[in-house]
């Protein structure tokens, strides 16, 4: 069987024939590095990497391109308000430079991948950042212009949505209100609502690049054009994003791209839905509380806890953050990794019946919180020897990333007693007793072993 996904682009569920036989290429849109990453951004790529890890699974070598977003994305996705990096060099007190600017991205790159190594994601191969690919930017823009699509106004280059015959095929973009959708400025001036910037001119010297068009810097949307393009070849096989990147920036690179080039840019486009916060809204900082994969750490939980809660739910279907179901996955998560610690370790072999099963399960669209479900059967059936079931669950935790193998709360040369007192440690940790979990830490040090929390859990060593 081959694996089926749900394409945006037709709504609904396809087959998966990639370009090249063997080989995927995807493009995933990246963070824009003017704060931390918060834990609705990081579905995004737990999703991305599942379904990097199905592929090769199932036979598939996957090029992945993560773009870093380091300049052009204003703080509405429509193309208005302030740059939303200029904002975080405001806000971090550094200066409105170029300097300052790749000061704040190298950053907040940082902890994107801390973030991303921590949730047992599979690195992408590249990580482009906007500013390195400024020529084939600029490019695109130029070759714009020379078909046609692209008009000037004072404060930059747009592209002309009524120039290309299917714009908004993606996600099917309703007609627009004019009279409402209009803001005021410079934008005013549009000839077409939903028109957008493909090279923003600067009000400050300091700041942007020279161009032919003045000094100024990419558009957001363009930004994916051409960097997708210069990694992965046009067209390329799967291209992803949050939902909420549909109607605009998704529907304005395919008008780029194909209107430049007149091919398709993806065949396929998937779209992960969001992470809802604790009120019922999608979790965004422009919204309410957002909570950073620190956040979570700090409170006692495990990254992969937050893994194993996102595989919970469908990629498709959007998901409610609670503490409370925070804590049920961690316990589950918790359970699975003592249950596979207990298992014998000797050569077992995978059981077929439910490889197959599993792998029916990825297929059907990445149908992740099915596949948990048959490793609980798996878990618990008396049928299957211990060694099959560690077998099989390593082959499994390929795709989900869980690292059961690498048990933090593994016991290896650790008396039973010092065990003990680890395993009761952390659910004091997680259920936020400092003092107890402090107390703890006491007994064991005097049983001679020290212990520290890490963000992948408690971490043993002897005194
Ligand atoms: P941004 O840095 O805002 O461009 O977002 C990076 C990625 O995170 C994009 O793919 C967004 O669509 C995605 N994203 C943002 N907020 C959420 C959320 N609450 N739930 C799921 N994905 C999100
Ligand atoms: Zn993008």
Redesign the pocket.
Known sequence: MAIKLHNTLSNSLEEFKPIKRGHVGMYH????VYDYAHI??L??YVFADTLRRTFEYLGSEVTQVVNITDIGHLTSDADTGDDKMVKGLKREGLPLTLNGLKKLADKYEGTFKEDLKALNIEMPQYFPRATEYLAAEMALVEALEQKGFAYSLPDGIYFDTSKLEDYGKLGGLTPIDESRSRVVGAEDQKRNPRDFVLWKLSYDDKMGFASKWGRGFPGWHIECSAMSRELLGQPFDIHT??I??IAIHHNNEIAQSEGAFGTTLANYWLH?E??LNITGE???KSKGEILTLQNLIQKGFSPLAYRYFLLLSHYRTPTNFSWEALEAAENAYRKLKEIFAGLIRANGGIEGGYKKEFEETLENDLNTPEAIAIVWKLVKDSNVSDENKRATLLEFDKVLGLDLEHNEYEVKDIPEDVAKLMNERDKARVANDYSKADELREKIKKLGFIVEDTPSGQKISKS
């Open positions: 849109c990246g963070p824009t609705g951004n579905r995004s994003g949050g909420e990147h992960n969001w992470l999608k979790m965004a």
